[in-house]
């Protein structure tokens, strides 16, 4: 079933709100998770509703909170996200980050406490449309432990992402964003939700065997994550676990932080200003992606992307056609518009409802389905 973005945020911003979140954040919150749809990332997109939720609910995650400065001295930040939703305590912690590199040339920064920060490329595009380098390390202190260490079977890692962009002038920024695992457990859930197998060399079962299963992976016993490119991405998974973890203050993984998913993350921002003269820094990046992109391809008509360029060119396409959501997910966002009283249009068993209500939207370029 197909969403216009804008219908989508809008429903999104509706749950949160009625969860407790102030218009500000409930509007933050929507915004982010529906523009990880649009670029492609579904992993940490509106399937993420039910349980953010479900967290608020319980009290794992706190809405309407500020963040606390634990240590302001020159460069360097710490900050307590005291709990609550990642997307608006990133937004705020960059915020800071971003003033302070525009003072002091650098920032480094610590946030420790922060409830899922969703998407991590999220907060170097920030920095980069300010006119800031940013890299970003970040970990789960406990609830998100997931991978096995190299040569390991039992969970003992987070996921560990890694982000970074670069400002290009006159253009879009460069964006990575990756992680030190195979498969973000976002991207496993979407393929349960799916009901579709993982790619091949990213999970085993709770033995240590391969497999392709999702539900393995949330079995007893569950099965584990692994390291990208086997013992190199275990190592820099582990260096991502004490510079988010231990040196913010928020804890590498540890069983003991179990009952809560609480991010950390180190934040260097740098203005290049403070470098070298922008005359020099902004042609010479533009120089080399133009050297980079002229490579000769391995395949006939193949073309060189820059990292970040893949999801522009999704966001574009979803905008156009719309989102997809598969049948699952669209129940388990309904049960929780169900359970938080929301007057929607939706049933427990929603496909028809959703059709009905937010399905087969007036998107340029698509054709109406009654199938769909």
């Known amino acids: 079933m197909l969403f216009a973005h804008n219908d989508l ?8 709100s009625a969860a407790g979140c102030g218009l500000e954040e409930a509007e933050r919150v929507a915004m982010l998770l529906v523009e990880s749809n649009l670029v492609g990332h579904d992993s940490h997109g509106v ?3 039910p349980t953010y939720v479900q967290w608020l609910q319980e009290k794992k995650v706190l809405p309407n909170q500020t963040i606390s400065i634990s240590v302001d001295n020159g460069p360097v930040l710490v900050i307590d996200g005291q709990f609550g939703l990642g997307q608006s305590i990133g937004y705020q912690t960059m915020e800071r980050g971003i003033e302070k590199a525009s003072q002091e040339g650098v920032a480094v920064v610590a946030l420790r406490n922060a409830g899922h920060l969703g998407r991590i490329g999220d907060w170097p595009l920030m920095a980069a449309n300010a006119g800031m380098i940013a ?4 970990n789960t202190s406990g609830a998100g432990m997931l991978v096995a260490p190299y040569g390991g079977v039992e969970r003992r890692l987070s996921v560990n992402p890694v982000a970074a962009a670069v400002p290009i002038e006159n253009a879009p920024p460069l964006l990575l964003d990756m992680s030190a695992a195979a498969i973000a457990e976002g991207k496993v859930r979407v393929a349960l939700n799916k ?4 790619p091949e060399n990213c999970l085993i079962d709770g033995n240590g065997n391969p497999t392709r299963d999702p539900s393995i992976f949330y079995g007893d016993p569950p099965g584990s994550i692994l390291p990208i490119a086997g013992h190199k991405g275990y190592g820099l998974s582990m260096i991502i676990e004490i510079l988010a973890g231990a040196l913010t203050g928020g804890s590498c993984s540890n069983p003991k932080n179990a ?13 290049p200003q403070h470098f070298i003269d922008k005359d020099y820094f902004f042609p010479e990046v533009n120089r080399y992606i133009d050297f980079v992109k002229q490579s000769r391809t391995r395949m006939p008509n193949g073309e060189i992307l820059m990292p970040g360029e893949p999801e522009l060119r999704t966001k574009a396409e979803r905008i156009r056609t719309g989102i997809e959501l598969d049948e699952t997910t669209c129940d388990q966002i309904a049960s929780t518009c169900h359970a938080l009283n929301i007057d929607s249009g939706f049933s427990n068993r929603p496909s028809q409802s959703w059709k009905k209500t937010y399905g087969n939207l007036n998107i340029p370029g698509v054709e109406p389905d009654d199938n769909n």
Do not use: C, Q, Y
């Open 135 to 138: 890299v970003h390390f970040v």
């Open 47 to 49: 399937i993420r509703i």
């Open 195 to 198: 009901g579709v197998p993982v």
């Open 259 to 271: 009952d809560r998913v609480a991010n950390g993350m180190l934040s260097i921002i740098l203005n």
């Open 9 to 16: 945020r809008e429903l999104t911003k509706r749950i949160f």
